[in-house]
Nanobody, 133 residues
């Protein structure tokens, strides 16, 4: 089992920044990959960004150019730096991990994107991000 704990959420004004962290513990392996997902009220959970064991990254269109995913595998910690936040970014943000690396997949337009939520085995409890206009 792998346990994931998110932190860093909060309330910011439009244009502000937040940095989320996800700490992994338990039976982590060298080949796990992980990512960030978000879910707004009444909407489906959607991918934001993912990072593979080799450091390759994938982003959803809404995150490109504003969010950056990184990892420190020595600390078993993943980060999501979010800049230029907008009200539509308001959601519960979840960290997820899977042992089936990579966590990205090429879409029909040859863009490397996060795998769907159903592909991920381990999930954190989430951290709320609220952006006010």
């Amino acid at each position: 089992q792998v346990q994931l704990v998110e932190s860093g959420g909060g309330s910011v004004q439009s244009g502000g920044s937040l940095k989320l962290s996800c700490a992994a513990s338990g039976r982590t392996t060298s080949r796990y990959c992980w990512g960030w997902f978000r879910q707004a009220p009444g909407e489906e959970r959607q991918g934001v960004a993912a990072i593979d064991a080799d450091g390759s990254t994938s982003y959803a269109d809404a995150a490109k150019g504003r969010f950056t995913i990184t990892q420190d595998r020595a600390k078993n910690t993943m980060y999501l730096q979010m800049n230029s936040l907008q009200p539509e970014d308001t959601a519960m943000y979840y960290c997820a991990a899977d042992t089936e690396d990579p966590c990205g997949v090429y879409s029909d337009d040859y863009t490397y994107r996060p795998r769907p939520p159903s592909d991920f085995t381990y999930w954190g409890q989430g951290t709320q991000v609220t952006v006010s206009s």
